[in-house]
Nanobody, 125 residues
Framework: QLQLVESGGGLVQPGGSLRLSCTASGVTLDFYAIGWFRQAPGKEREGVSCISRSHSNTNYADSVKGRFTISRDNAKNTVDLQMNALKPEDTAVYYC??????????????????WGQGTQVTVSS
């Protein structure tokens, strides 16, 4: 079983930045497509971004395009989500998810097999 762990969440003011990381013990995340999702109170889970297994493509939700960047750090065995220009509406629990597939990725929860337990991001002044 793939056990994913998110880290890096916290409280930040509007316009600030956070960097989230997703990692797994004992397995190489480079073998998986990785997606980031979020869920705010009272709202459905929303796809944020994804990166393919081959690094060949990334996708972003329109709401975060130009502000968030997904990347791999294979030396650390992480997939990171750099979040800049944060807005109060970015407040949510953020989850990473993994799929052992080739080809492009999709920002859809139905694409992924394994999920972390989430990290809280709060954007407030």
């Amino acid at each position: 079983q793939l056990q994913l762990v998110e880290s890096g969440g916290g409280l930040v003011q509007p316009g600030g930045s956070l960097r989230l990381s997703c990692t797994a013990s004992g397995v190489t995340l480079d073998f998986y497509a990785i997606g980031w999702f979020r869920q705010a109170p009272g709202k459905e889970r929303e796809g944020v971004s994804c990166i393919s297994r081959s690094h060949s493509n990334t996708n972003y939700a329109d709401s975060v395009k130009g502000r968030f960047t997904i990347s791999r750090d294979n030396a650390k065995n992480t997939v990171d989500l750099q979040m800049n220009a944060l807005k109060p509406e970015d407040t949510a629990v953020y989850y990473c998810a993994a799929a052992p597939v080739f080809g492009g990725c999709v920002v859809s929860e139905y694409f992924y097999n394994y999920w972390g337990q989430g990290t809280q991001v709060t954007v407030s002044s």
